[in-house]
């Protein structure tokens, strides 16, 4: 089974025409709007979040099939375009939907995780990630389980490749999250398990000792 076939079982929660759309997309981009597919696909991502977490890989499919019949990035810049925008109004998504700015925060975590170029991460991606995780790291979103919650997952899933990028951006944020963690009253207690787990997960290489998964993981589950 193709890139294409994989993402197929993801678009049925569209209504027919956008199946439609997105369906040729994955299999002949050079016949439908690619800027309105990668529209689309920002829209549904910002109101679920399940289908956030897993879009990119839905849009790194498109752009390697663009790629591969027409050799352009139509698509690829109209997501990037539609990103910034939303980045650019972020704080006011945020006071209208927290769920809607986790759910842009996870989706852009999950572009920046999928698309690459010569095999690296999005240089143009790196600035606009880090910013919308230092926003989950201020005292107001750690009172939030929501937020620290999607804090904790991006740096799972993108921590270690950001790092990579800009050591000293990581460096800036865990003060943050270390000081949240020890400073703050009033954190849940699952807020404070949450960071704390980030805090060693990174201390141990970005890894989870068996140690480690054993204490939060039964913790969490209890």
């Known amino acids: 089974m193709g890139e294409a076939g994989r993402e197929e079982y993801k678009i049925q929660a569209f209504d027919a025409e956008t199946q439609q759309l997105l369906k040729t997309a994955l299999k002949d981009p050079g016949a439908v709007d690619l800027e309105k597919a990668a529209n689309v696909i920002v829209d549904h991502s910002l109101q679920d979040c399940v289908f956030s977490k ?20 139509v698509f690829r810049r109209g997501l990037l375009n539609r990103l910034q925008q939303e ?12 769920q809607g700015w986790v759910c842009y925060v996870t989706f852009i975590c999950n572009i920046f995780d999928y698309l ?4 690296m991460p999005m240089m143009a991606l790196v600035n606009p990630v880090y910013d ?18 999607c804090l904790v997952l991006q740096l799972h899933r993108v921590g270690e490749q950001l790092e990579k990028m800009n050591g000293q951006r990581m460096d800036e944020l865990f003060v943050l999250i270390r000081d949240g963690f020890l400073l703050l009253t009033g954190l849940s207690s699952l807020a404070q398990l949450l960071l704390l787990e980030i805090i060693e997960f990174r201390a141990a290489g970005w890894k989870t000792t068996p140690a480690a998964h054993k204490y939060y993981y039964s913790e969490v589950s209890d």
């Open 54 to 73: 897993e879009a990119g890989r839905m849009c790194y499919a498109i752009i390697q099939a663009e790629s591969k019949q027409t050799g352009q990035s």
């Open 87 to 98: 980045y650019q109004t972020r704080e006011r998504l945020r006071e209208c939907s927290l």
């Open 116 to 119: 690459r170029v010569n095999n």
């Open 132 to 149: 919308c995780l230092f926003r989950l790291a201020q005292p107001d979103s750690l009172s939030k389980e929501e937020e620290v919650d």
